[in-house]
């Protein structure tokens, strides 16, 4: 075996290498009732330490949390104004949605905390995008008819509109808006977010 690794590495590097590998066996024939565990030698010399192992209290190791999807409604996505004129060039400005994104937390009913029953997830629902000035000009600040409700199981158990308010400063304006009071008992639930009118 030695050869194999004098060919692959060079005569001192496999030395080596063959030298420490006899060494973790004769520590593993030492080692108590010939079990290797965290505390017997070669446990030790594993983990580089002859400290006592440490313990991880399971109650302090955060739960995976499902996180219910966002969804942006099929033709909700942007929001036209014009002057009323109806000509080619009579938008006034145009809004979309770019980005959305979602924050869970698990809480209990009445505590805020609790995996039992009455649990449910709160959803910090983020929507973002950008607003463009049109032809016939933008007034200073628009505002954006955001829509979020939740479905769960075919029935909406969520839904209520915000009024974003924009401050525009030259043609094209970013924009951003966090929802934080959306509830959902199920990770199941789908979030779905876009413009009313």
Same mark, same amino acid.
């Given at each position: 075996?030695?050869?194999?690794?004098?060919?692959?590495?060079?005569?001192?590097?496999? +030395?080596?290498?063959?030298?420490?590998?006899?060494?973790?066996?004769?520590?593993?024939?030492?080692?108590?009732?010939?079990?290797?565990?965290?505390?017997?030698?070669?446990?030790?010399?594993?983990?580089?330490?002859?400290?006592?192992?440490?313990?991880?209290?399971?109650?302090?190791?955060?739960?995976?949390?499902?996180?219910?999807?966002?969804?942006?409604?099929?033709?909700?996505?942007?929001? +036209?104004?014009?002057?009323?004129?109806?000509?080619?060039?009579?938008?006034?400005?145009?809004?979309?949605?770019?980005?959305?994104?979602?924050?869970?937390?698990?809480?209990?009913?009445?505590?805020?905390?609790?995996?039992?029953?009455?649990?449910?997830?709160?959803?910090?629902?983020?929507?973002?995008?950008? =607003?463009?000035?049109?032809?016939?000009?933008?007034?200073?600040?628009?505002?954006?008819?955001?829509?979020?409700?939740?479905?769960?199981?075919?029935?909406?158990?969520?839904?209520?509109?915000?009024?974003? +308010?924009?401050?525009?400063?030259?043609?094209?304006?970013?924009?951003?808006? =966090?929802?934080?009071?959306?509830?959902?008992?199920?990770?199941?639930?789908?979030?779905?977010?876009?413009?009313?009118?």
């Amino acid at each position: 075996m030695s050869d194999v690794f004098e060919g692959a590495m060079g005569r001192g590097a496999g +030395r080596r290498v063959a030298a420490a590998l006899a060494a973790l066996l004769v520590l593993a024939g030492c080692a108590s009732d010939g079990e290797l565990t965290a505390t017997s030698t070669v446990g030790q010399f594993l983990r580089g330490t002859t400290a006592e192992p440490t313990t991880i209290d399971p109650e302090l190791i955060t739960p995976t949390i499902g996180c219910p999807t966002i969804t942006i409604n099929p033709g909700t996505e942007a929001l +036209r104004r014009e002057d009323g004129s109806g000509g080619a060039d009579a938008l006034r400005w145009q809004a979309s949605i770019v980005r959305t994104a979602r924050e869970c937390t698990l809480i209990g009913e009445g505590e805020g905390e609790g995996e039992g029953e009455g649990a449910s997830v709160a959803v910090r629902v983020g929507v973002s995008g950008r =607003v463009i000035e049109g032809s016939r000009g933008a007034p200073e600040v628009v505002e954006l008819p955001l829509r979020i409700a939740v479905r769960e199981g075919g029935e909406v158990t969520y839904s209520r509109l915000h009024n974003v +308010r924009v401050a525009l400063e030259g043609v094209s304006q970013p924009w951003a808006f =966090v929802d934080e009071n959306v509830r959902v008992s199920s990770p199941e639930a789908e979030i779905i977010v876009g413009f009313d009118g």
